[in-house]
């Protein structure tokens, strides 16, 4: 018998069965052929052996450990949106990445969505030549110049930054803000409206271009080994730089879709780790002379926890038939995104009264997640936002202003 079943079927107190480590409750793996379960056991086992303990320090140092982006390239996870890897396994590589620390899951998936994903489907020859090679053995990196100073959730209607095209070179001037590894990259995605056409346009400029200026933004309480900058731009480049197919707004719309949706998979790999980390902490510490889990208020948050993962971990394993059928629309991919970062952070506050005092150190992690999970609540659209894109699916009507 299954050892879930075993549990749930037979609740007197004689039953000790407890579920194995790792915790897998919906065992979506089993849907993966054997190649790509092998792969997803590899990024798993590295992730946890030289991932998940080694980012407690980087992240109180607020830094970026390069050198363990290295081993990713190697696994394959600078091309996982290229390759002919499927939905469920990509998304699962997410999580997996997600439960060893949220910000390497973060870099990881910006780069295959925001970067690679946009370079691919809207760049030149040339520039796909230039920059994917790199990009994809993660020896590159690249940033996703979108938001601004003044303009974050209004982006589309608001955006500043100006790209005029004089002769053979394009003048961009303005200021982005909350840039992923703006002061590391090697390339930037820049996102300019066309002071000819009011048109928003996506430039693929190499950060070296004079002009360019990144700047960390520090003292953040979340995803603080990934790097973000406020980036200034007084910056010319070639015409070229002009990637092809991005000459409107709607052209990062696909990108941002899937982002949301990989987001939700980031939600199920932090709450994974919440869950493992919650359990085993009530396992083993005693008070009153018994383990924490002997307690029943402490068994029904563990159980709260677990349905939220069971509920995230069923939902995205549902879009990723969908995606595979070309029918993730913005509705689902936003209310996936919205829902299951709120329950992450439901099971983020529950995780951390189980620790009791040392839910607040982030040498236990579940500080660190609970950090992690905030600002994941609001990048790639606010919960406000995708909610507001649910509400005016739901009703016809925007709610927006
Ligand atoms: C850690 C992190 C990494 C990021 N990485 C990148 C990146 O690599 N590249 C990039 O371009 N951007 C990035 N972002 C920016 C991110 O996409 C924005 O923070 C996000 O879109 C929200 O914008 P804002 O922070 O300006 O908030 P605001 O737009 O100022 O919103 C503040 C609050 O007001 C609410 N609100 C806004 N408008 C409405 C409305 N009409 N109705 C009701 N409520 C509303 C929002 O829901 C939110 O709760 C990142 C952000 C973070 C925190």
């Given at each position: ?127 796909r030549q230039r920059w994917l090679p790199g990009l994809k053995r993660l020896t590159t990196l690249g ?12 982006i589309a209607g608001g955006l500043a930054t100006s790209a005029t095209l004089e002769g053979d070179q ?141 509920v995230s971990t069923a939902l995205m394993g549902e879009l990723t038939r969908l995606q595979e059928e ?76």
């Amino acid at each position: 018998m299954h050892p879930l079943h075993a549990t749930t079927s037979a609740p007197e107190s004689t039953n000790t069965s407890v579920l194995e480590e790792p915790l897998e409750l919906l065992e979506l793996a089993r849907h993966l052929g054997p190649e790509e379960r092998e792969r997803l056991r590899q990024i798993e086992a590295h992730a946890q052996a030289h991932i998940r303990h080694q980012s407690i320090e980087p992240w109180n140092q607020e830094t970026l450990p390069l050198h363990m982006l290295q081993p990713l390239g190697e696994l394959g996870l600078g091309e996982l949106f290229t390759g002919d890897s499927s939905q469920l396994f990509q998304g699962l590589a997410h999580a997996a990445l997600a439960r060893a620390d949220v910000s390497f899951s973060a870099i990881i998936g910006i780069h295959n969505e925001l970067i690679v994903g946009t370079i691919e489907s809207l760049g030149s020859t040339e520039q796909r030549q230039r920059w994917l090679p790199g990009l994809k053995r993660l020896t590159t990196l690249g940033a996703f110049c979108l938001t601004e100073p003044e303009h974050g959730s209004d982006i589309a209607g608001g955006l500043a930054t100006s790209a005029t095209l004089e002769g053979d070179q394009w003048h961009i001037r303005g200021s982005k803000r909350w840039i992923g590894l703006g002061t590391v990259a090697e390339v930037a995605v820049i996102w300019a409206r066309d002071t000819a056409d009011g048109q928003i346009k996506g430039f693929l400029v190499p950060t070296d271009t004079p002009g360019y200026h990144a700047q960390k933004i520090t003292h953040k309480t979340g995803l603080r080994i990934m790097q973000n900058a406020e980036v200034e731009l007084d910056l010319s480049v070639p015409a070229s730089a002009l990637m092809p197919k991005a000459t409107s707004f709607a052209a990062t719309s696909e990108g941002l879709r899937g982002s949301r949706a990989w987001v939700g998979w980031q939600a199920v790999g932090a709450q994974q780790a919440l869950l493992d980390l919650a359990r085993s902490y009530a396992l083993n510490r005693e008070q009153f002379g018994q383990p924490l889990a002997a307690f029943q208020l402490v068994q029904t948050a563990l159980a709260t926890m677990a349905g939220n993962l069971a509920v995230s971990t069923a939902l995205m394993g549902e879009l990723t038939r969908l995606q595979e059928e070309g029918r993730l629309t913005m509705l689902r991919a936003s209310l996936a995104k919205a829902t299951l970062t709120r329950l992450a952070r439901e099971s983020a506050a529950t995780a951390r009264d189980v620790l009791g005092g040392n839910g607040i150190l982030s040498t236990h992690e579940v500080a660190k997640i609970a950090g992690d999970i905030d600002a994941i609540y609001t990048y790639e659209g606010s919960y406000g936002i995708n909610m507001l894109i649910a509400g005016r699916a739901l009703t016809g009507v925007s709610a927006f202003v």
